[in-house]
């Protein structure tokens, strides 16, 4: 098949970013001929002209992965929908269309080849606001394995604290972001709940390291308070960022635990990862878990410390 992906590849990383990365990997294994239209590539004109002048006509399946209300209603327009997938990783903006829109999307719904949603609770949600389902619908996890054949190349690209910082850590937990972002009044990533995790742990693990892999900064104010917070808490040898585009999934292997407090998520592909390595993950209750997933309740500190103590007291126990 000739298939048209819609949606960003790396860089910046993201969630969407690397498993589409990996998905046109596997398709192009399984012998599809894949092209990519990605807006942060080309640019706000030249990407609105390929969707509403360009040859789409000439691919077999295109399949949408972007959180644009646009983009399936111009497919919509130009006949495309009886070829397209639509892929929704937890696009959740119902709640704020107006009836119109909620109908224009329902009509793309009814006519798209299919429609894939990450977990159950999106299926829920768009029954709550009234959107109806594709008659092909599926639920299918958005993780895909990382290709061993990077390993090497991404730990390379990784500078020399880092290395310092991973082999002297005992134990080593690992947090991620692609940049700081706040939903609703809060640290969406949870970076805040990170460095008060590791002063607590620290009272029990002295050597403890928690390295945060952060894409972009996004909010250079907000990051300049958690540096000095801490620098407060005593903990400036235990905590370091690691910054830029730089997938993380290797590290899984030498880590004790992953934690996730996202305050809103979609599925977590890094938590997936995580457990798919043997690293035991922590993460908030706030959307439907890779299954082996430790959970805690949402912005609950004590619960998150619990959590992860319970969890590097087995490691410990079983490496002992």
Known sequence: MKILLIGPLPPPLGGVSVFLKRHKRALERE??????????????WRYAWHLCFGRLHDYDLVSVHVQSLC???ILLARGLAPRTQLMDH??????????????????????????????????????????????????????IPPPADEERAILESYPSEVHAFVCRAAPLVLANAPRIVFYRGMDLYGLDMCVD???ELKRDHPQIGLLFALAEVGEPTYLRRIEERIGALGIKENFHFMTGHREMWPLFKRAQL???????????????????????????DVC?????????????????????????????????
Do not use: M
């Not at 012998?31 to 706000?44: A, C, N, Q, S």
């Not at 407090?261 to 798919?276: F, K, Q």
């Not at 619990?306 to 079983?318: G, V, Y």
């Open 197 to 199: 995790l590791v002063a």
């Open 31 to 44: 012998g599809h001929e894949v092209e990519v239209l990605d807006r942060t590539k080309l640019g706000r």
């Open 90 to 143: 937890n696009w959740r903006r119902a709640e704020t269309w107006r009836q119109w829109q909620r109908r224009a999307y329902s009509a793309f719904l009814a006519r798209c080849r299919e429609l894939v949603l990450i977990n159950g609770e999106i299926k829920s949600y768009y029954a709550e606001h009234g959107i109806a389902l594709a008659r092909r619908t599926t639920i299918r996890s958005p993780f």
């Open 258 to 284: 992953f934690v996730r407090p996202t305050c809103a998520d979609g599925y977590g592909i890094s938590v997936a990862e995580a457990l798919h390595f043997g690293c035991p993950a922590v993460a908030s």
């Open 71 to 73: 983009v399936p209603l």
């Open 288 to 320: 439907t878990r890779a299954p082996g997933t430790i959970i805690f309740r949402n912005r609950d500190r004590e619960d998150l410390l619990r959590r992860c103590r319970q969890a590097l007291d087995k490691r410990c126990s079983i490496a002992r």
